[in-house]
């Protein structure tokens, strides 16, 4: 099992960037498949990125692509995002996500741990 607990969120100007991290306490991390998903108020959580156990695949959402970067440091048990030129349409709840040993998966109902969130809050 698995703990996640993300941090580096806040408010934000539009054009902006920040760097989310999600911290992971236990064992194996090296074994989970990690994501980051997004919910904005009164909306469905949604997939932003995903990665695989050792770092070399990764995939976004279109809405993000191109503007977000996924990396992790299996040293660390640690996942990152990094989201440049940032907009009003991203401010939202992002949520770290893991599962083991599957590929990156868009749904997040097959996840099976989640961290709390941290608030994104992007002002024009």
């Known amino acids: 099992q698995v703990q996640l607990v993300e941090s580096g969120g806040g408010l934000v100007q539009a054009g902006g960037s920040l760097r989310l991290s999600c911290a992971a306490s236990g064992r194996s991390f090296i074994t989970y498949t990690m994501a980051w998903f997004r919910q904005a108020p009164g909306k469905e959580r949604v997939f932003v990125a995903g990665?695989?156990?050792?770092?070399?695949?990764?995939s976004y959402a279109d809405s993000v692509k191109g503007r977000a970067t996924i990396s992790r440091d299996n040293a660390k048990n640690t996942v990152y995002l990094q989201m440049n030129d940032l907009n009003s349409e991203d401010t939202a709840v992002y949520l770290c996500?893991?599962?083991?040993?599957?590929?990156?998966?868009?749904?997040?109902?097959?996840?099976?741990?989640w961290g709390q969130g941290t608030q994104v809050t992007v002002s024009s």
């Open positions: 996500a893991g599962r083991r040993f599957l590929p990156p998966s868009i749904y997040a109902t097959s996840y099976e741990y």
């Open positions: 990665i695989n156990t050792s770092g070399s695949t990764r």
